[in-house]
Nanobody, 119 residues
Framework: VQLVESGGGLVQAGGSLRLSCTAS????????MAWFRQAPGREREFVAS????????YYADSVKGRFTISRDNAKSAVSLQMNSLKPEDTAIYYC?????????????WGQGTQVTVSS
């Protein structure tokens, strides 16, 4: 499975961006996809995830109410709509996928896309 992200860029605080991730290869309907991010000098952190089957979503507290994750099963794609962006959202955003929701780690990772929020 290969994951390719797109949609990063530079935006002013309060603005919006939409990230997309497309998976090529066979993805498992029992798994999920997620977005993580890593800011300079910080560890990678979970942002949001969504299950392929039921579309259950989960969010980090820091993005609840501002970010929305969605999926398109037919296209094996997931998106992250980011609104009310803050400078602290600046990071490289990574798309990830796992074959089972019961796994604690993700099996596949994208190359990352830069999001920069200016104040």
């Amino acid at each position: 499975v290969q994951l390719v992200e797109s949609g990063g860029g530079l935006v002013q605080a309060g603005g919006s961006l939409r990230l997309s991730c497309t998976a090529s290869g066979r993805t498992s309907s029992r798994g999920s996809m997620a977005w993580f991010r890593q800011a300079p000098g910080r560890e990678r952190e979970f942002v949001a995830s969504i299950t392929w089957s039921a579309g259950n979503t989960y969010y980090a507290d820091s993005v609840k109410g501002r970010f929305t994750i969605s999926r398109d099963n037919a296209k094996s794609a997931v998106s992250l709509q980011m609104n009310s962006l803050k400078p602290e959202d600046t990071a490289i955003y990574y798309c990830a996928a796992r074959d089972s929701v019961y796994k604690s780690t993700y099996d596949y990772w994208g190359q990352g896309t830069q999001v920069t929020v200016s104040s």
